[in-house]
């Protein structure tokens, strides 16, 4: 798995052993950010699951001025920590050994961002669950892109009220992975 482009253009990331986390695959991450290219210099992102890290330091590697990871895996965080260093990306980087729930709790009133990558184990089936706490948080607002990467085609789990408080912005499949990129419904009803 490598950085796909910007200042840290084809670095090799570690990924953890095992079968403990599914890493984005890079056809998928090309697809992610080729839909988002223009959003992404300058902004703050969010990386919840993050794994090895490797989304949150390629929006870094194309320009974003900061992100916050969150990973329940300690094994995960130290890669990400070692991944963002070999980048020379740490500087921009805050790292949180914690569960979404706590993190986005604490984070209330307090932080909001432009861009949040949302790619839970699928089988936990949490999406649903991480866009509500987002949403009373206040952790996203009408400028926030919210990506989505299930095995699902309805990131919202049936939930009608959810949906309705949400625009698909863009939704696209590849192989087993859907991609849904998502913004706050501001039409008045």
């Known amino acids: 798995m490598k950085i ?4 840290a253009k084809g670095m090799n990331l570690e990924t953890l052993e095992g079968d403990a986390t599914r890493p984005t695959s890079q ?7 080729s839909m988002i290219q223009f959003d992404v210099e300058n902004s703050t992102v969010l990386d919840l699951f993050a794994g090895s890290g490797q989304i ?3 929006a870094l ?3 974003a001025k ?4 969150c990973d329940l895996s300690r094994d995960a965080v130290d890669i990400i920590i070692s991944n963002a260093k070999k ?3 740490f500087d921009k980087c805050r790292v949180s050994c914690c569960d979404y729930k706590q993190l986005i709790k604490g984070m209330a009133g307090k932080e909001v961002y432009d861009i949040v990558f949302v790619d839970p184990p699928y089988r936990e089936k949490i999406i649903p669950d991480v866009l509500n706490r987002l949403l009373d948080a206040k952790v996203i607002t009408e400028n926030t892109m919210v990506i989505c990467e299930g095995e699902n085609e309805d990131v919202f789990d049936g939930d009608e009220e959810l949906k309705g408080k949400f625009d698909v912005i863009k939704h696209a499949k590849y192989s087993i992975s859907h991609i849904t990129i998502l913004k706050l419904n501001t039409k008045e009803e």
Do not use: N
């Open 87 to 89: 980048a020379r990306l």
């Open 4 to 7: 796909i482009t910007g200042s």
């Open 61 to 63: 590697s194309r320009g």
């Open 66 to 69: 900061k992100a916050t990871f």
């Open 27 to 33: 056809r998928v991450k090309e697809a992610v950010f």
């Open 56 to 58: 949150g330091l390629e």
